[in-house]
């Protein structure tokens, strides 16, 4: 029976993933922050919800970190998946985001990312296991407004890329899973959090409209956006293939933004990206 860490895994592509990994018969360590999310997630699972284990996790915190690697140590067979899926989304005008909300997103969608992988590696080496880090279009296309979490999502690509090379030699496969807009709780979150965005006089000419227009493009890609459960099949197939792709990119939009971006020059492509922003 495979085993599985899925860091945030309390709702969205997370619990998605934890639910279809734990109903195909793998054990699953459900990193979660409060015990809530945890009984939720059991209640889901129903028949399969003795293969879901819990696990305290803020990928932030080291302490919780290095006691998730004790319980995975505790696999006779090693780890045979990590899902780095916890993240958040911080957006705005990049003149307008205070140092301490970038720093908050880098830190937990690139920093905690990493500290999870570190931890975890001696007991995916002992299984030849998998990671799959959850990407996003974003990570390839960064559209205006949105510079933080693309940041966030360009520097999990550029982790991908390097540890899929990195860990060849040690038998573990590492793919990046990009999706475009996914119908999750990150963007009502985001939206709560737009709505707090205060534009000084100064620059009302500049970014007055912003919020309203961010509100918009947020409600539009939440009601676009694909169920969870198609992000949690594409990682399902991407850790038992028999060997897996660097990237799985998931969704129509998704797809129709690495066209466009491929084939518009930067600047046309921009004019169109504002046009699609109303700004």
């Not at 911080?90 to 500290?115: K, M, S, Y």
């Not at 990195?166 to 038998?171: N, R, V």
Request: glycine share 10%.
């Amino acid at each position: 029976m495979p085993t599985a860490l899925i860091t945030g895994a309390s709702t969205g592509i997370g619990a998605a993933t934890a639910l279809r990994l734990c109903r195909s018969g793998w054990t699953v360590l459900a990193g979660v922050r409060d015990p809530v999310a945890a009984e939720r997630l059991a209640g889901e699972a129903g028949a399969a919800s003795g293969r879901i284990l819990p696990l305290t996790l803020d990928v932030t915190d080291a302490t919780q970190i290095a006691h998730a690697a004790e319980r995975v140590g505790q696999e006779p067979d090693g780890l045979d998946a990590l899902v780095n899926n916890a993240g958040i989304g911080v957006g705005g005008p990049l003149e307008l985001i205070a140092p301490e909300d970038l720093r908050r997103q880098l830190d937990v969608n690139v920093l905690g990312q990493i500290a999870v992988t570190q931890a975890m590696l001696p007991a995916l080496r002992q299984a030849h296991g998998r990671i799959v880090f959850l990407s996003s279009i974003g990570g390839r296309v960064a559209m205006a407004f949105t510079a933080p979490y693309a940041a966030s999502k360009h520097a999990i690509e550029a982790i991908g890329d390097a540890l899929r090379v990195e860990l060849s030699t040690s038998g573990v496969q590492v793919a990046l899973v990009e999706p475009g807009s996914v119908a999750t709780p990150i963007w009502d979150k985001a939206r709560a959090e737009g709505e707090q965005l205060t534009v000084p006089a100064s620059l009302q000419r500049e970014y007055g409209h912003i919020p309203a227009a961010m509100n918009k493009a947020l409600k539009d890609t939440a009601e676009r956006g694909v169920p969870p459960e198609h992000v949690a099949q594409t990682i399902e197939r991407a850790l038992t293939a028999r060997r897996m792709k660097a990237r799985y990119l998931v969704g129509r939009d998704a797809k129709a933004m690495v066209f466009v971006r491929r084939l518009l020059p930067d600047l046309l492509f921009d004019r169109v990206a504002r046009r699609a922003l109303g700004v």
